[in-house]
């Protein structure tokens, strides 16, 4: 099984910063990578797929990158309605999501 | 738009059976596979299964192969999930959602809560 895991797992932030979440495979997944957002009580949004390609309706500060191993996903300046929590998934061989990055108020 | 509207949760006992349905529109629904995805109180998601297109393959996740089927109905535009042997792990917010091929599920339903408690 391929394992996804996320760091860090909580990050505080205030509204203008830039804000990166890494997400590592447990073995090489080319760039099988999604990221979604969940906001409480809401089913997960889906940002990003291919590691790097918005979905459409997605603000055009979140970006994703990586290949292989490592990923990230980049916020490039948190609006208020960005605090959240962020999940990556691999899909290269089944579906597995990485473990959560709760993104709060500094 | 593409709405997915799942039912059939509730509480039941350990080792009990439950089924859940959810119900697709606004798209194609016979050319998209169809997953579970559950979220534990307070916890991560988790990926359960997925149908494909057209039902010929199913894949399941570890903790519940065995015990869960996915199975699908493109009359009715509805995709179940059969739990049989529910142990209190189970018990979570299941949602279902939207894939094609090997892409990520990209609409979700609501969720519906499974409640596993004697």
């Known amino acids: 099984d391929i394992q996804m895991t996320q760091s860090p797992s909580t990050l505080s932030a205030s509204v203008g910063d830039r804000v990166t979440i890494t997400c590592r495979a447990s073995?090489?997944?080319?760039?099988?990578v999604a990221w979604y957002q969940q906001k409480p009580g809401r089913a997960p949004r889906l940002l990003i797929s291919k590691a790097s390609s918005l979905e459409s309706g997605v603000p055009s500060r979140f970006s994703g990158s990586g290949s292989g191993t490592e990923f990230t996903l980049t916020i490039s300046s948190l609006q208020p309605d960005d605090f959240a929590t962020y999940y990556c998934q691999q899909h290269y061989r089944l579906w597995t999501f990485g473990q959560g990055t709760k993104v709060d108020i500094k | 738009q593409v709405q997915l509207v799942e039912s059939g949760g509730g509480v039941v006992q350990p080792g009990r059976s439950l089924r859940l349905s959810c119900v697709a529109s606004g798209f194609s629904f016979s050319i998209y596979g169809m997953h579970w995805v559950r979220q534990a109180p307070g916890k991560g998601l988790e990926w359960v299964a997925v149908?494909?297109?057209?039902?010929?393959?199913?894949n399941y996740s570890d903790p519940v192969k065995g015990r869960f089927t996915i199975s699908r109905d493109n009359s009715k535009n509805t995709v179940y999930l059969q739990m049989n042997s529910l142990r209190a792990e189970d018990m979570a917010v299941y949602y279902c959602?939207?894939?094609?091929?090997?892409?990520?599920?990209?609409?979700w339903g609501q969720g519906t809560l499974v409640t596993v408690s004697s």
């Open positions: 073995q090489s997944i080319s760039r099988w």
């Open positions: 959602a939207r894939g094609y091929g090997d892409y990520p599920p990209d609409h």
């Open positions: 149908i494909w297109y057209d039902g010929g393959n199913k």
